[in-house]
């Protein structure tokens, strides 16, 4: 095994469903555990797929053991998608398993 582990946590599944023009925040979250260094902000992507390839890289924000992508008020209907997260450290990638946001257009 690679040593990293990334899961979803605190959720009963891997969906989310959030609303266009809703001010509160739609957070994915992956809580990251590495028994072969502490990754960084920079080592932990979010990546958006297409067609079960990556296709959109962002950025994450650490807090703790826990990594973040939050889509903020103006998150769009075509944000939906499978987003997975993908951790390196000391030259080793681990991909966690996909969750799938779901923003739903305003009313």
Known sequence: SSGIN??????????????????SS??????VTSTIGDPGA???KFWKLKD???DEKSSSSK????FSRVFGQWKKPSRSGQYVVVVTV????????????TVLPKD
Do not use: H, M
């Open 52 to 54: 079960g390839e990556l």
């Open 42 to 44: 920079n080592d932990v």
């Open 6 to 23: 990334a899961e979803w946590p605190l959720r009963p599944g891997t969906e989310l469903t959030c609303k266009q023009g809703d001010a």
């Open 90 to 101: 000391k030259g080793k990638t681990y991909q966690s398993e996909p969750v799938t946001l």
């Open 63 to 66: 807090e703790g053991n826990t």
């Open 26 to 31: 739609c957070v994915i979250e992956f809580d």
